[in-house]
């Protein structure tokens, strides 16, 4: 794996705990620091989408609209996303455990 990747991993998965710790700040009272199971299972799964490579892409503007397209990778591209997901997990947990939730 070489910097650049690392980097890219770190930094998305810093994206992805701070999305999560304002869902829980703000409008989703069902999606709080008291629900657990639900916060560990959202991380898992946004690990495994952004490893899987699932790309959204819109072009043109909101006010005269545009088009939005989702690229999903093939099959063959899903399985090594399962073992760069593990990565993803590992990373964000650390990333989550060093920022929000430090042992003293």
């Given amino acids: 794996m070489n910097e650049t990747i690392l980097g890219t991993?770190?930094?998305v998965s810093a994206i992805i705990v701070?999305?999560?710790?304002l869902a829980?700040?703000?409008n989703f009272p069902w999606f709080s620091a008291h629900s657990d199971?639900?916060?560990?299972?959202?991380?898992?799964?946004?690990?495994?989408?952004?490893?899987?490579?699932i790309v959204f892409l819109f072009h043109g503007d909101l006010i005269s609209g545009g088009t939005l397209m989702i690229t999903i990778p093939p099959l063959t591209v899903w399985t090594s996303?399962?073992?760069?997901?593990?990565?993803?997990?590992?990373?964000?947990?650390?990333?989550?455990?060093?920022?929000?939730?430090?042992?003293l």
């Fill in 9 to 11: 991993q770190v930094g």
């Fill in 18 to 21: 701070y999305l999560i710790q």
């Fill in 24 to 26: 829980k700040s703000t």
């Fill in 37 to 53: 199971a639900l916060n560990r299972i959202t991380s898992v799964v946004m690990a495994f989408l952004t490893s899987a490579g």
């Fill in 81 to 103: 996303a399962v073992i760069h997901g593990f990565g993803q997990v590992a990373i964000q947990e650390g990333v989550y455990k060093s920022t929000v939730k430090p042992k």
